[in-house]
């Protein structure tokens, strides 16, 4: 396996993920503990703190690195659950702290001075004078760029900063504004800011009505599709809505980032890592997203043009695929 090309950074949502990812070829892992502390808190999902430790010594052992995402933001005077998880990440051994809070990132610093700080997405720095701050304030090491700027927008915040980068390679292409979800929050009384719940399933139904399927999240009907038309998961942020007479996606459609055709733009650009979002998903994903970026970034890092088939459209949300805004910017 070669790494120094770009660092290729993937999900773990359980145990059995992380070893599946170190196994398939990523240099880092990523994952959270089990409560409201990381943005990805669903049931049968995420760490306790001797497994946490566990899956440090099981990547270490192989030479690889595991991030602790502590990436949602305390409730008013209850701030003590990601208190304890940042103390918690320093005990297990991990290699840095992924936070979005400012209260949190205060915290780390102080109690926790040698324990590197990556600032999360969902703290939505996109401008130069954002990682300053993080950077000047907190001594942020690392930021993960939020989904909104193009390939050109981030070579010049990284020439501005020169701050190592994170950026999203595949998965979800996301809100466009992480950290400020709210529709969710209205519509199940659960914060996917605070508690890390965003459509959680216990909210989520599809029902058949008149030869289609309604996907509805609690009393509100998202979408509706039609006999041969694939049922997407019911989020907010992807559903459709009326306006002007007319149905559309008005914020997101269910489509797909694959990134994986322009990494040399992104290695141009001074890109440190790249990202593979899907803590939710299985094992299955977890192996055929990684191998696939593994060995395309391998032949890249001897000079040799990827010639890995990109047969990861199948499994990317909707079964479509985009480079978002990095060809296109956010406007």
Known sequence: MTSSYLELVCPAGTPAAL???????????????????????????NFDQDEMAEGVAYAHERGRKVLVAINTFPRAGDEKPWHQAVDNAANAGADAVILADLGVLDYATRRHPSLRRHLSVQASAANALSVQFYRDHFDVKRVVLPRVLSVEDVASLIQETGMETEVFAF???????????????????????????CAPASHVAYKKEGGCTKSCLGNVTLNQFGKDEPAAYPTPCKGRYMALDHSSYLFEEPIGLNAIDILPQLKAA?????KIEGRQRSRAYVAQVVSAFRKALDGLALGIAPTVANDLKQIAEGGQETFGAYKKGWR
């Open 19 to 45: 070893r599946t990812a170190i196994d398939a070829g990523a240099d880092t892992v990523y994952c959270g503990f089990r409560d409201c502390t990381n943005a990805r808190n669903y049931p049968g999902l």
């Open 270 to 274: 001074g890109v440190t890592a790249l």
């Open 171 to 197: 998965g979800s292409v996301g809100p466009m504004s992480e950290g400020r979800c709210f529709l969710s929050s209205y519509i199940t009384g659960l914060s996917p800011t605070s508690e890390g719940a």
